[in-house]
């Protein structure tokens, strides 16, 4: 039957929204929150915003995430899971049982301006939660960045007391090692400034610089392994 002459195309009704998976819908949910919430902030995008970005109900959305708060620690799990955080911080756990100072930190700097460019959206969503004070900045901190901290502070220590690096606060030289990374990654990935060179060559460059920075005077190392 032909349509009504009448009718418009905009009023026809939309087509119902594909029946997915739970594990696939709810990964849907994530990255369309993922990508309102780094986009527009957390006040300027509503529950029923994802859901519509996603071609849902705001029902199906609380049936994945009965509150915010899961919304918010699934936001993490996938942002873990897909960074490899823990395979990496394993593969920095071994550099260290061998002593491998540059090895680590080239570890260390890559892996950051890694996850700046493969999780871009991600780091403007957390860019969002600390500016506002949410409750995301603290998770993300408890389960990511104070492990990472503790574990290459009690590091620095270690190797201050084996006369491998210089004496000063540890917990100092661990947010120089961490900033220098970062703030290349905002740089270069959140704020588009066109810095031409590749993150790998990067990442040796600052390894090498930061090296430098935080070895013992060559007259102080006691058999320290390269």
């Given amino acids: 039957?032909?349509?009504?002459?009448?009718?418009?195309?905009?009023?026809?009704?939309?087509?119902?929204?594909?029946?997915?998976?739970?594990?696939?819908?709810?990964?849907?949910?994530?990255?369309?929150?993922?990508?309102?919430?780094?986009?527009?902030?957390?006040?300027?995008?509503?529950?029923?915003?994802?859901?519509?970005?996603?071609?849902?109900?705001?029902?199906?959305?609380?049936?994945?995430?009965?509150?915010?708060?899961?919304?918010?620690?699934?936001?993490?799990?996938?942002?873990?899971?897909?960074?490899?955080?823990?395979?990496?911080?394993?593969?920095?756990?071994?550099?260290?049982?061998?002593?491998?100072?540059?090895?680590?930190?080239?570890?260390?700097?890559?892996?950051?301006?890694?996850?700046?460019?493969?999780?871009?959206?991600?780091?403007?969503?957390l860019l969002f939660a600390w500016l506002d004070g949410h409750a995301l900045a603290d998770l993300f901190y408890q389960r990511q960045g104070w492990p990472t901290f503790e574990f290459l502070r009690d590091y620095f220590e270690q190797r201050q007391k084996e006369g491998a690096f210089r004496n000063c606060d540890p917990g100092a030289a661990v947010v120089f090692l961490i900033s220098v990374a970062v703030h290349y990654g905002m740089s270069k990935h959140l704020f588009d400034l066109g810095l031409p060179a590749s993150d790998e060559e990067v990442a040796g460059q600052f390894a090498l610089l930061v090296l430098e920075g935080i070895q013992a005077p060559p007259s102080r190392r006691r058999g320290v392994r390269r």
């Fill in 1 to 125: 039957m032909e349509p009504h002459p009448s009718a418009s195309p905009l009023a026809m009704p939309a087509p119902p929204p594909r029946r997915l998976p739970s594990r696939e819908r709810r990964r849907q949910l994530i990255r369309g929150a993922v990508g309102l919430f780094s986009r527009h902030g957390f006040s300027g995008a509503r529950t029923k915003d994802i859901a519509s970005a996603c071609g849902v109900s705001e029902a199906i959305l609380f049936r994945h995430f009965a509150t915010k708060e899961d919304l918010y620690r699934a936001i993490l799990d996938e942002q873990q899971q897909d960074s490899g955080a823990e395979a990496w911080l394993e593969e920095m756990r071994a550099l260290a049982a061998r002593r491998d100072d540059a090895a680590l930190v080239r570890c260390l700097i890559s892996q950051i301006l890694k996850s700046f460019r493969e999780n871009t959206s991600f780091h403007r969503l």
